[in-house]
C-alpha cells in the first residue's frame, strides 16, 4: 500500500522552484515530456498543503484558547463554536488526503499529478476562503494570513477551466482507472482483481432488483461470499478468517460496494465490528468458539447498538442487562440494527450498571436467535419466543436506499443470554465497541469510495454516449470539469483510506479513520449528485443506476459515526487538545 507520514504538514523550502520555471502556465502543455516539471508542481502542492497546515494550527490554537476549561476541552464552550470546528474537521481531512495524494502520485505519471495538483487546489481554495471569516469570528480581525505568492498562482492556475478541461478529456480517454492508477503491490491488485470479477459476476446482476423491490440478499449470494472470504476478510487465519492487512478489506470493500452497497459491501461491515470487538475482550474459548463461524458465514451478525434516544451519544445506551442465575436478562429497546432479520446473533451493547455510571457501565452481549433466510415468510419483520419465556421481535424500517439486508427496530424482554456469551470484563462493552467502530469508519470511507467510483464511471461512459446540440455531452467544457473534480475527490479519499489502512495495521489511526470516514462520506454525496446531474431527466428516473448510488450515498454520513458526531466530538476536540495539554 502507498503510504505517507501522517499528521500536519510543514511547510515546504523550495517554492522558488516553482517561481523560476513559471510552471503554472507551460506545465499545461508538457503532456508529459518534461517529468522535471511535474515533480515540481508537486512540489507546489506540497508547499501549498505545508501552509495549509501552518494556518490550520493557528485557527486551532486560537479555537483551543476559546474552548478550553483548564487542562481540558469544556464541551460547553466547543458547542458554541460548532461551525468554526466543523469547518476545522474538513480542512483537516482534506490536507490529510493532499499529503497523501502528493506521495501516491509522485512515483507515477501525468495524469495521477494532475490529479493531486487538482484536488490540492481545490482544498487551498476552501481553506482560503474559509480562513478570511473564521479569524474573524474568532475575534482576530484583519489578520488572516494569506497563502504565499506562489501558492496562489498555483492555485489559480490548476482550477482554471483550461487546467480543469484538459484533464477532463484525459479522463475520458482512458479505458480503466479514470481516476489514476491506484499504486498497489502485487498482491493487492490480486485481491482487487479477484473481488471486482466476484462484484461484476455476482452481485451487480442482482443490484437492482434488490434495490428496486426492497429484497433480502439471496442465500446464494450470502453462500459466494463466505467462499470467497468476505466474512473474514478482517478475521485472522488461525480462526479460519482471510485476514492480510487492513489495505486488503479497504480494497474488497470499495470493489463490493461499487456493485451494491447494501448488497456488496455493507455486508462486511458487521462481522468487521463484531470480531474487533471479540479479538479485543475475548476469552480464548470465546474467540475459538465464534470467529470460526462468524468467518465462514455460518453466523450471521447484527450489531445492535443504537437506540431511540441514544444514537451516537453511545454512553447514554439504556437497554439493561440484569443478571439472572447463570446468564442475563435484556430489557429494552435498539434501533437501526441492520440485518437483524436474517441475523443469528446480535452483538448487543447494554447497560450492566447505573445509569449515571456513562459509559463504564456497558458491556457487551451475543445474543443469539433463529435467523430467517429469504423465503421463510416475512422478511420485514420477526419474533423469537425462548422456551423460558423472553422475547425479542423486530420490524424494518422504510429506507429510501441502502436495501438487501433492512434495518429494524428490535425489542427484548426478559431475553436470556448466557454469561458465556459476554464479551469481556462487565463495564468494557463501550471500549470495546469503540474498537470494532473504528475498524468500521475505515471500512465505511472504502463503501463509500465503491459508491463513488460506480457513479463516476457510469457518468463518463453517459456522457460520451449522450448527443446534445449536435456533439456527445463530454465534449462540453463544464462536463470535463465537473469529471475532474469527480476524479480528484475519490482518488484523495482512496489514497487517504490505503493510508489510514496501513496506520492501523500498526495498531494506530483511530483519528484518521474517523477523518476519512467523514471526508469520504461527504463527498459520496456531491460525486453521486453531479454523476445523476450529468444523467440529466434519466437520472432521475429507475431506468440507469445512478439514482441508486445517490439514494445510497446519503446514509453514509449518517451511520457509523454521524458527520457532525465525528467532527465535534472525535476530530476537532482530539486536535484541540493537543494545543491546552
Known sequence: MVGCSCGLARRHSHQHRCRKNRLYTSAIGTHGKDSRLMSQGLTCAGDLTGESGIFLDQIGSFLAEKVADGKRISTQRLNEYQP???????????????????????????????????YCAMAGAEISHWMQYTYASLGFENQAPAFSETVREFITSRMSTQWMTRLGRRIMERQKDPAGQLGLGEMHQMVREEFARFSDEK????????????????????????????????????????????????????????????????????PEICAKAILKGGTKEQKAHWLPKIASGEKI??????????????????????????????NGEKTWCTFAGRADVLCVLA??????????????????????????????????????????????????????????????????VPDSNRIGELGQGFYLQMEGF????????????GVMEAAFRNAISYVQDRQVFGQSLGEF?????????????????????????????????????????????????????????????????????????????????????????????????????????
Open 84 to 118: 468554526e470546528a466543523f469547518a476545522l474537521a474538513r480542512h483537516l481531512s482534506q490536507n490529510t488526503a493532499c499529503r497523501s495524494l502528493i506521495e501516491w502520485a509522485s512515483s507515477l505519471g501525468e495524469l495521477e499529478h494532475q490529479v493531486t495538483e487538482l
Open 477 to 581: 467544457g463544464l462536463t470535463q470539469v465537473k469529471l475532474a473534480q469527480m476524479a480528484a475527490r475519490i482518488q484523495a479519499g482512496r489514497q487517504l483510506a490505503y493510508h489510514v489502512g496501513t496506520l492501523m495495521d500498526r495498531g494506530q489511526g483511530g483519528l484518521e479513520a474517523s477523518l476519512v470516514k467523514f471526508m469520504t462520506c461527504k463527498d459520496a454525496e456531491w460525486v453521486t449528485r453531479e454523476a445523476m446531474q450529468l444523467h440529466g431527466g434519466m437520472g432521475y428516473s429507475e431506468e440507469y443506476p445512478v439514482s441508486r448510488y445517490w439514494q445510497d450515498a446519503r446514509v453514509l454520513s449518517i451511520f457509523e459515526g454521524a458527520e457532525e458526531v465525528l467532527a465535534l466530538l472525535v476530530i476537532a476536540r482530539q486536535y484541540l487538545a493537543r494545543f491546552i495539554l
Open 351 to 416: 447497560r450492566t450498571g447505573a445509569i449515571d455510571e456513562g459509559h463504564k457501565g456497558l458491556t457487551l452481549f451475543l445474543a443469539e436467535k433463529p435467523g430467517r433466510r429469504q423465503g421463510e415468510g416475512d422478511e420485514y419483520s420477526f419474533k423469537h419466543t425462548q422456551d423460558g419465556g423472553g422475547v425479542v421481535e423486530g420490524n424494518a424500517i422504510p429506507t429510501i436506499g441502502y436495501r438487501g439486508m433492512h434495518s429494524f427496530s428490535v425489542s427484548f424482554q426478559d431475553y436470556y
Open 203 to 270: 452481485v451487480q446482476p442482482l443490484a437492482e432488483e434488490i434495490h428496486r423491490h426492497d429484497q433480502l440478499i439471496p442465500e446464494s449470494l450470502l453462500t459466494a461470499m463466505g467462499a470467497l472470504g468476505v466474512f473474514g476478510i478482517s478475521i485472522p487465519d488461525q480462526y479460519g478468517g482471510a485476514f492480510i492487512d487492513h489495505g486488503t478489506m479497504i480494497i474488497a470493500t470499495e470493489e463490493l460496494s461499487r456493485a451494491s452497497l447494501g448488497a456488496g459491501g455493507s455486508v462486511i461491515t458487521r
Open 301 to 330: 451478525i447484527c450489531v445492535a447498538v443504537t437506540e431511540p434516544d441514544a444514537g451516537s451519544d453511545v454512553a447514554s445506551v439504556k437497554l439493561a442487562a440484569r443478571q439472572s442465575g447463570d446468564g442475563w436478562l435484556l
Open 438 to 449: 473504528s475498524g468500521g469508519r475505515i471500512q465505511t470511507a472504502a463503501r463509500a469510495l
